[in-house]
């Protein structure tokens, strides 16, 4: 009760952070501390500093730009430890954790500067007070916003509606005052603008980051920035535009199939010239199978990763989107699946295995969409491999999961591209070396080509594989790998029929 009648005769707060000298302390604890407790820590302040009204606005907000620094940077170390887990099927539970903390601290960071921002618009006196600071601020909460945006990708998740709309306001606001080009530095040295922001926030998520694993996506968004001054975003319509978006409604940005209804918030964005910098440097990576210097990534990812995306965003950046090889066709049936390489060829072989039942939406001859409860499948990933068994069908069906689209938490869709149909588990001996196999075409004939799939410590180049089916010998010839997963490969392999 003192305490509180001397706040009430001094003026003065008595938050931690109010004070210079204790605030400098807590942030270089801060910085020093694991990442994980830091942004549990951040979190915390973030509310309790926006909320105290008896700390000056220049101070809060002084504060508020020093936790989203230290915070901005304790989720990048952050990342890394989460994405060495994602995938990998183990510690599922702890990356979780990870995920739930990274996410609360952008969503309460963007809920700091938009409950600033609010209280700008509500009283014009201190928004004139603070009208320096106000482009630093929309520029970190478009940065936040961004933030949000990777981590709800990293589980396949989407953006709010409103966030579409808080971000396109940012940008006509910034526009009409005339400092959308502003260049703002931040506190690790670096600097950007307005225009920047937004239009990386775009391109994100115009870039199908469903169809790429966790660590694709982190490095999609650093090869996204490394190329952002070759895109253009503007008011006018020209033949070169490929994405659309109306900074006044609450929608993410659209490829331009058709033109929309034109509108003064309207804005396109052209990614010809991006294009043809990410081809260029995508056949110089695969020319000399390194990354160049100038590259600049935050952390070393394999060269193979590397030309995947590079390739998967060049095919974003295309005047026309990849076409559909097969024609959908609706349907509603349920089929009975288990995913991962030991788990499918113990199913194969007769084995109970973990499975669940999913429900088909449509089907074509390259695959299928599936509705899928997430919550049972929360290691599930692009990439994994899935054996399906259709409801009232005659043999199993073997995919990978190409994309994910997630709901919420507990529902999503899954689409899968179907890449062997009646699979066959055979046992195999690589050179004296056992493991296990899943023939993907039963036909079997000399001198002709099968696909295989094998676990990574099986797969060699130049390695035969020997087996035994129905009572007759075969050796595979290992001609090429065509596609790695997290515990598979599949193997293309010339066929010899051997003597008994």
């Not at 922001?197 to 920035?225: C, G, K, N, T, V």
């Not at 253009?232 to 070169?240: F, M, N």
């Amino acid at each position: 009760m003192v305490n509180k009648m001397l706040r009430i005769f001094s003026g003065k707060s008595d938050h931690p952070l109010a004070d210079t000298k204790s605030a400098r302390e807590l942030f270089d604890r801060l910085i020093g501390s694991d990442p994980f407790e830091a942004l549990d820590e951040i979190d915390s302040w973030l509310e309790s500093v926006s909320g105290d009204e008896e700390i000056k606005p220049q101070r809060r907000v002084n504060v508020l730009f020093e936790l989203d620094d230290i915070g901005t940077a304790a989720a990048r170390k952050l990342t890394r430890g989460f994405l060495a887990k994602s995938g990998s099927g183990h510690g599922q539970s702890r990356n979780y954790k990870l995920w739930q903390t990274a996410c609360k601290f952008w969503r309460q960071l963007a809920a700091s500067y938009g409950g600033w921002l609010d209280q700008f618009e509500a009283n014009k006196k201190l928004r004139e007070e603070m009208r320096a600071t106000l482009p630093m601020m929309q520029m970190r909460l478009l940065r936040a916003y961004s933030g949000c945006l990777k981590w709800e990708k990293f589980r396949y998740g989407s953006l709010d509606p409103d966030l579409w709309l808080s971000a396109g306001r940012l940008y006509l606001e910034a526009e009409k005052n005339r400092w959308l080009e502003k260049k703002l530095a931040l506190g690790d040295g670096t600097s950007t603008t307005i225009a920047a922001e937004y239009l990386r926030l775009l391109l994100f998520h115009a870039a199908s980051m469903d169809r790429l694993q966790p660590l694709e996506i982190e490095l999609a968004e650093q090869l996204l920035s490394h190329f952002l001054p070759a895109f253009s975003l503007t008011a006018q319509v020209r033949p070169e535009n490929v994405y659309w978006v109306d900074a006044a409604k609450p929608l993410p940005p659209t490829r331009l199939a058709k033109l929309p209804g034109l509108a003064p918030t309207l804005r396109f964005f052209a990614t010809a010239n991006a294009c043809s910098a990410i081809e260029a440097l995508c056949n110089e990576i695969s020319q000399r199978q390194t990354v160049p210097n100038e590259l600049v990534l935050n952390q070393q990812f394999p060269v193979a990763t590397v030309i995947a995306v590079l390739r998967h965003l060049a095919a974003f950046c295309a005047p026309q989107p990849p076409v559909r090889s097969h024609v959908r066709h609706q349907v509603k049936s349920r089929i009975r699946a288990v995913d991962g390489f030991q788990a499918v060829f113990a199913t194969l072989r007769g084995d109970d295995a973990i499975s669940i039942f999913w429900t088909v939406e449509d089907v074509s001859e390259g695959g299928m969409r599936t509705r899928a409860e997430m919550t049972d499948y929360e290691g599930l990933g692009i990439g994994a491999l899935v054996a399906m068994y259709p409801e009232g069908g005659d043999y199993w069906l073997i995919g990978i999961v190409r994309r994910i689209d997630r709901e919420n938490r507990t529902q999503g869709n899954i689409g899968i591209e179907t890449v062997g149909r009646a699979p066959i588990a055979v046992d195999i001996d690589s050179e004296g070396l056992k493991g296990e196999g899943l023939l993907l075409d039963s036909a079997l004939n000399a001198s002709e080509m099968t696909s295989l799939v094998v676990s990574p410590g099986i797969w060699q180049d130049s390695r035969p594989l020997t087996f035994v089916h129905g009572g007759q010998h075969y050796r595979l010839r290992p001609q090429e790998e065509r596609y790695r997963g997290n515990d598979y490969v599949i193997g293309c392999y010339w066929v010899d029929v051997l003597a008994a």
